[in-house]
């Protein structure tokens, strides 16, 4: 029943700046760590980031370390991925989603949301 919805995607040349949300709606028993994921065209799905429960603990694909945040604020049931210096290689359908224990695999996740696109122009 617990359903998270991603928003913040759209079309930005290189070098710009996108902030993603991703909110979770219905009701939970608690807080559980939560990921960003992307896929390109004809690519698999691959991890961008992920962060605990707390928000005490994050970890980051190499490919974005350096340039992406990922955050969260409880009190606003929302997870956010701050996305700087992008590149075209970051175009992609990146989506949210929550895990029983904090992982940078996808197997790991059993929840997802529905994704937004990112675009970005050369």
């Known amino acids: 029943q617990v359903q998270l919805v991603e928003s913040g995607g759209g079309l930005v040349q290189a070098g710009g700046s996108l902030r993603l949300s991703c909110v979770v709606l219905?009701?939970?028993?608690?807080?559980?760590?939560m990921g960003w994921f992307r896929q390109a065209p004809g690519k698999e799905r691959e991890f961008v980031a992920a962060?605990?429960?707390?928000?005490?603990?994050?970890s980051y694909a190499d490919s974005v370390k350096g340039r992406f945040t990922i955050s969260r604020d409880n009190s606003m049931n929302t997870v956010y991925l701050q996305m700087n210096s992008l590149k075209p290689d970051d175009t992609a359908v990146y989506y949210c989603?929550?895990?029983?224990?904090?992982?940078?695999?996808?197997?790991?996740?059993?929840?997802w949301g529905q994704g937004t696109q990112v675009t970005v122009s050369s």
């Open positions: 962060v605990s429960w707390n928000g005490g603990s994050s």
């Open positions: 219905g009701r939970t028993f608690g807080w559980y760590p």
């Open positions: 989603a929550s895990a029983p224990r904090y992982s940078d695999d996808e197997g790991g996740y059993n929840t």
